[in-house]
């Protein structure tokens, strides 16, 4: 397919997404479990979207967004399935960020029998679960597919908008340093700001600046750094203890996994999180000669080819085991 062909592909989807807005009421709009960045700022969009198209909508999540997204529009209408359960079902459903359907949790519990579904992603693993798909695995975010859509259906930008496609373009870009940063990603970052969004306060608040709960993680996390015997592969544990001792919550291990993948030599850095007794959810990242979307896939996961993750059941041993077996496999 050529460059225009796809071009022409895409627009095509954009405007049939657009038309799934336009034609239908009353959206459950949801992302993926422990929700990050571009998770938090997708969602935020489209509650603005639906906002300026006069649409009634909830927003939701198997989960807390964390406070740091604070300043997103929308953010404090954002319902936590944990804590506030809706007794009605959606025909409806708008996805953002989700790779696979198990990705919402118990939130698919709330989709009507006969739900109708707009997947909107960038995961090149996703496996168009949607009776619309809006699916485009070079997008540096969703955010970015956001944007797209967004000026497809000629909405006007706000801050508050602008506020949340650039919220999901700086985490997912690493702060526009990772290969994924794009010069359209720029020229949008650029156009966002003129709209007025702060980067630098966005970049200090969301990339810089961290809680002392967080530096306590570290710190023990940082006590369990392994190496194989190449260097070639990193990773570190957490487990539950040590979010108890920290008085963190699972949200403050973001950013960990960087640390393994940064050191000199390391092709895939690994975080295992104990998610409860012989249950660990697994964080791969990988510098320019490892694809963790292809490790994470093979343990029943995905992501991107530089950032991926899966949940692993068994013993903190067998886990290891499994994934460094799967982490080499990719390396030979």
């Known amino acids: 397919m050529t460059g225009a062909e796809t071009d022409r592909q895409y627009a095509a989807m954009l405007e049939e997404a657009a038309r799934f807005i336009r034609s239908r009421d009353h959206f459950l709009v949801v992302s993926h479990v422990d929700p990050d960045g571009d998770a938090a700022g997708s969602t ?44 009605a079902k959606f025909r409806h459903i708008i996805s953002v960020d989700c790779a696979d359907f198990a990705r919402f949790g118990a939130v698919s519990e709330l989709f009507d029998e006969e739900y109708e579904l707009l997947n909107i992603d960038h995961h090149s693993t996703n496996d168009r679960f949607g009776t619309v798909n809006v699916v485009k695995p070079d997008a540096a975010a969703t955010a970015e597919i956001l944007y797209d859509l967004i000026r497809t259906m000629g909405l006007p930008w706000t801050k508050e908008n602008a506020e949340c496609v650039y919220t999901g373009l700086l985490t997912d870009t690493g702060g526009f340093r990772y290969s994924n940063t794009t010069p359209k990603v720029m020229r949008i970052a650029s156009e966002l700001l003129e709209h007025g969004v702060e980067g630098a306060k966005l970049a200090q608040a969301l990339l810089e600046t961290v809680s002392y709960a967080h530096i306590l993680l570290l710190k023990r996390a940082l006590a369990t750094l392994a190496f194989t015997e190449d260097r070639r592969i990193a990773w570190m544990v957490v487990e539950q203890r040590d979010l108890a001792a920290a008085g963190a919550k699972m949200s403050e291990l973001d950013g960990l996994v960087n640390y393994p993948r940064n050191i000199e030599g390391v092709d895939i850095g690994i975080l295992f999180k104990e998610v409860r007794e012989n249950e660990y959810k697994i964080s791969l990242r990988s510098g320019k000669h490892a694809d963790v979307s292809a490790v994470a896939q093979r343990l029943g996961g995905g992501g991107h080819v530089r950032a991926a993750g899966v949940t692993v059941a068994g013993t903190r041993e067998e886990v290891i085991a499994r994934v460094l077996e799967a982490a080499r496999a990719e390396l030979t």
């Open 44 to 87: 935020c969009a489209v509650g603005c979207i639906l906002e300026q198209c006069g649409k009634r909508f909830t927003l939701i999540n198997n989960g807390e967004i964390p406070r740091k997204f604070s300043h997103l529009h929308g953010y404090d209408r954002v319902l936590d399935l944990k804590r506030e359960r809706p007794q």
